[in-house]
């Protein structure tokens, strides 16, 4: 297929401090978009972008994937729209306006005049493709050619789901390619870049292995286009590099104050110390603590959980205490020390865990050579690392049992993707549980998630509903939609 050119123009760009080097000292209400230069604007652009991805969809992946539950004993609310599946435009409508407007910052860098920061245009296209993956994945058609024009568009058109996924690919290709063979007086990228500190030949193993995801996004389809393109794309990543180190944001936070901490540690705990309602409403489910504790032990356990007893204690998506009619035990565990470290603690954009068990599916569906197994097994491991837990011989236990482990005898193709899943699923609970719950979705295990008593749906949502924002400012481009649309469609990818 032919890929897809589309040019975005430039907008007044927002900027947010989370460090001193952020700061712009010459009269900022008097800059012009020449005056703030890519290298200027990248550390904010970076930082407010990733907040709603480390807050919103972290929360949001949870409790869809049944992670989390609610702490019933303290707690009144036992079937928020969560459970019940009763949504609206205003369900998790965070998702699009942060990310929507927050990747202005990165359109902005990209189509600055400059001639000299080609490495900063290349950053962020592969962060604005990065975030732009996930506006696709939750909503399908966005709008995209005509996106962050301000004044210029106030009403932007709707672009074709899987036309931006596909350019989206040829964005990243852009970015390497400008990396690899930069212009001459290319200016160094250096302490600006909050995510790689200018190492552009990990931003190129990053951008290898977010193609590699988008690709992947598009496996469960079987027309011949689709199937002609992958082959086409894969094959140019043949003998490329992907994430072998865990790819973090880290601004420069602390608790000097509420702005400056990590913002999903922000979530759970003041400046003081004293913890947050978020740290006192969300628990260990019922459902993931039972997979955690058997069949077998999980050494990661006790760092995505508290142990209670030794055990990771959950609560069934809407239950009760006791008091009220319920069930839910009297402790109930909470988020554990490997999620919750402390408000300097390293924000994650992908995790080395993640780039082995993608290519691990690459090599199970024959579009790369290598060895399935083995980047599984690496894939646990890198996870076990990041957590900080005591690997034992977890990953030669776990590779015995049907959906968790890949070498399990008698695993028939799906049972082994379902056991990719499983272990995706645990190593990016605590940074990005909104990625796999699109990796859910697109490989149908979502429908094995147990849902509530008082589920007003047969199953989770596929995509979230274009938010209240967007029917009010962009009425006459918005698609129409019922409720029952987030219930039985998805983005193209969605093969039901």
Known sequence: MKKIKLIIPIIALSLFSCSDYLDIND????????????NLALAAAQSTTYRTLARTGNIFGNLMLNNWGYNVNSFAVTNPEEFSLAITNNFYSGIWDGLFLNTTNFTNIINHPSTTHDNHKAIAKICKSYYFQYLVDMYGDIPYSEAHMGSDMLNPAYDDDMAIYRDLVVQIEEAIEMIENPAEGTITVGGEDVILNGNMARWVRFGNTLKLRLLLRQSEMNDAETIAYLNTEFAELAGEEFVVEDVTINPGYDNTQDARQNPFYNLFYEVSGVDKQSFRLYRASKYIADELNDNPIDPRRGQL??????????????????????TAPANISTLGPGVIAGPDQDGYMMLAAESFLLQAEAVHRGYMAGDAQSLFNQGIAASIAQLGATPGTYVADINTVLGKGYGALGASSDDQIEAIMYQKKIALMGTNALE???????????????????????????????????????????????????FTSGPFWFVP
């Open 27 to 38: 009269s900022p209400n008097n800059a012009t978009e020449e005056q703030v230069t890519p």
């Open 305 to 326: 959980f508290q142990l209670l007893g030794g055990q990771v204690v959950g609560v069934l998506q809407g239950d009760a205490s006791v008091v009220g009619g319920g």
């Open 436 to 486: 796999v719950y699109i990796e859910y979705t697109r490989t149908g295990l979502i429908d094995e998630i147990p849902l509530t008593s008082g589920a007003t749906q047969p199953n989770r949502p596929r995509r979230l509903l274009y938010p209240n924002s967007e029917y009010t400012g962009n009425a006459g481009n918005v698609p129409t939609q019922t409720v029952n649309d987030a």
